[in-house]
C-alpha cells in the first residue's frame, strides 16, 4: 500500500499563488508515476498533471500549461506549484500515485490522497 497526504490548500484571490505539498509514504517502490487530479463541485475529476519518479518528465493538461508546475524530490515528495490562479481553478486537488507510466487517466491510478480544497475568489 500506498498513503498521500496532501497539504497546502487555502483561499487565494484570482492572480494570486499557492503551492500543494503531497508526501507519500508505504510502497512507494511500487509507483512510477506521481499525479494531481482535481475535482469542482458537480464537475468529475479531472488531470492537472503527472511526474515520474524517474527522470522528472512532466505531463500538463491544457488548462494549466504555463501556469502550474509539478515537480518531486528524492524524499519522495511531490509538489504543485499554482500561479496566475483563475476562479474555475476551485476544487478539491487530489495526490496520486501510479505503477504505470504515461498514464493521465483516473483508472491507472490506484493510490489516492484525501484531498485539499483549493478556492480561488475573484
Known amino acids: 500500500q500506498v498513503q498521500l497526504v496532501e497539504s497546502g490548500g487555502g483561499l487565494v484571490q484570482a492572480g494570486g499563488s499557492l503551492r500543494l505539498s503531497c508526501a507519500a509514504s508505504?510502497?512507494?517502490?511500487?509507483?512510477?508515476?506521481m499525479g494531481w487530479f482535481r475535482q469542482a463541485p458537480g464537475k468529475e475529476r479531472e488531470f492537472v498533471a503527472a511526474i515520474r519518479w524517474s527522470g522528472g518528465i512532466t505531463n500538463y493538461a491544457d488548462s494549466v500549461k504555463g501556469r502550474f508546475t509539478i515537480s518531486r524530490d528524492n524524499a519522495k515528495n511531490m509538489y504543485l506549484q499554482m500561479h496566475s490562479l483563475k476562479p474555475e481553478d476551485t476544487a478539491v486537488y487530489y495526490c496520486a500515485a501510479s505503477p504505470y507510466l504515461y498514464r493521465n487517466d483516473r483508472g491507472a491510478y490506484p493510490y489516492w490522497g484525501q484531498g485539499t480544497q483549493v478556492t480561488v475568489s475573484s
Open positions: 508505504g510502497r512507494t517502490s511500487s509507483t512510477n508515476t
